[in-house]
Structures are given as structure tokens and as C-alpha cells.
């Protein structure tokens, strides 16, 4: 069974700092999703990797399959960037195993 | 920009009720899924449908939840007879190629509370 963990579980950072914000998991995966939530609960995709880096804007997702390990960067962040991010790990199927999410708060 | 809606975006119903949530995914996107969320907690996968079948299911879809795709557009979850444990945000998503070669579009969700 896949556990997904997600470090830290909440951050609050000044405007303008670099975030990264990490993602684990404990088997084989084919695909890895990097997903925000909104304070008012709709969830928006960011990223779909399985294997190097992808970049989007200031959001840059990287991913180490080796490891089993994911990261996402924000650059230059802002407070619109306040939100939860979610990880979620997908194996042969159409099934997402979704981390807790990590709180960002970002202060003006 | 193409997108995901959900109706209605919150519902309070009576324990033993039956709930139907619609969802509109994209127009010419092939796999669906919902999913829910309990307060709190973590997201959950709930279903996945394709070629107008289940595709797989969860531990959690068992004999009072049911989906269906009844007229080419809307994608429906029904939950037969409403558990207090039901109360959750139930999110719907679609996809054009599958979660693993392609992007996941979420709706911003329907919240069930039963009381």
C-alpha cells in the first residue's frame, strides 16, 4: 500500500522568499501530482511528472523516482500563493493516493 | 477556459435520504472520477469511469453509492441512503487521457452535510 507523506505540514514564509515544499512515498508509482487547494476548497492541478522537472511560471516541480521523492519550488512567492498543496502519487490505475497537504501562508 | 462544474455546491440532507450530486465534466474528456474529502482530513479516491463503466472503486464506494453517466454530459453520484459519515466535500474530475498521461481537472466541489 502507497503512503504518501508530505514535509512540513504547514509553513508561513515572507513575501518574496523561495519555498520548496516536499513530497515522499513509499512505492512505485507511474505518475506523481502536484495539486493546490483554495481556502474555499476547490483543488487545481499544477503538475503532472513522472520523471525529471517540470516549470510554470514561478512553480517548478521536480521529481526523483529513485528516491521516491518529489519536490515543489516556488519562486518569489506572493500571498495569492496561499493555500494548501497537495501531493498525490498514482500507480497502474486511475487511482490517486493524495498526501495530507501542506498549509502555506504567505505574509505581505 | 474549459472547466469542471459541480451542482450543488452544498447540500444538508436528513440521515437515510437519498443525495444525487451532479457533476458537468469537460466536454470531450473520457475518464471521470470522484472523489471525496471528510473534514480534516485527507482526500480520498472514491471512483473512476470509463467507456461508461466503473473502471474501479474504492473500499468506501460500497452498495449505497452508485454513478452514472445518463445523458453523454452530466456524470452523477448517488448515495442511496445518507450516513452521518457521508458528510464530506465530494469532489468531481475529468480527464482527457487518463490521470497518468494527462492533466486531472477538478470541480470546486459539493459539500454534503448529514445530520
Known amino acids: 500500500k502507497n503512503e504518501v507523506e508530505q514535509s512540513p505540514q504547514n509553513l508561513t514564509a515572507q513575501e518574496g522568499e523561495f519555498i520548496t515544499i516536499n513530497c515522499s512515498y513509499s512505492?512505485?508509482?507511474?505518475?506523481l501530482h502536484w495539486l493546490q487547494q483554495h481556502p474555499g476548497g476547490g483543488i487545481v492541478s499544477l503538475f503532472m511528472?513522472?520523471?525529471g522537472k517540470k516549470k510554470h511560471g514561478r512553480l517548478i516541480a521536480t521529481i526523483n523516482i529513485q528516491e521516491k521523492h518529489s519536490s515543489l519550488h516556488i519562486t518569489a512567492s506572493h500571498p495569492r500563493d496561499s493555500a494548501v498543496y497537495i501531493c498525490a502519487t498514482q500507480g497502474g490505475s486511475e487511482k490517486l493516493v493524495f498526501g495530507k497537504g501542506m498549509k502555506l501562508t504567505v505574509n505581505p | 477556459e474549459p472547466e469542471v462544474t459541480q451542482t450543488p455546491s452544498h447540500q444538508v440532507t436528513q440521515m437515510g435520504q437519498e443525495v444525487i450530486l451532479r457533476c458537468v465534466p469537460i466536454s470531450n474528456h473520457l475518464y471521470f472520477y470522484w472523489y471525496r474529502q471528510i473534514l480534516g482530513q485527507k482526500v480520498e479516491f472514491l471512483v473512476s469511469?470509463?467507456?461508461?463503466?466503473?473502471?474501479?472503486k474504492s473500499e468506501i464506494f460500497d452498495d449505497q453509492f452508485s454513478v452514472e453517466r445518463p445523458d453523454g454530459s452530466n456524470f452523477t453520484l448517488k448515495i442511496r441512503s445518507t450516513k452521518l459519515e457521508d458528510s464530506a466535500m465530494y469532489f468531481c474530475a475529468s480527464s482527457g487521457s487518463g490521470a497518468n498521461t494527462g492533466e486531472l481537472f477538478f470541480g470546486e466541489g459539493s459539500r454534503l452535510t448529514v445530520l
Open positions: 469511469f470509463y467507456n461508461n463503466e466503473i473502471s474501479e
Open positions: 512505492v512505485g508509482i507511474s505518475a
Open positions: 511528472l513522472s520523471s
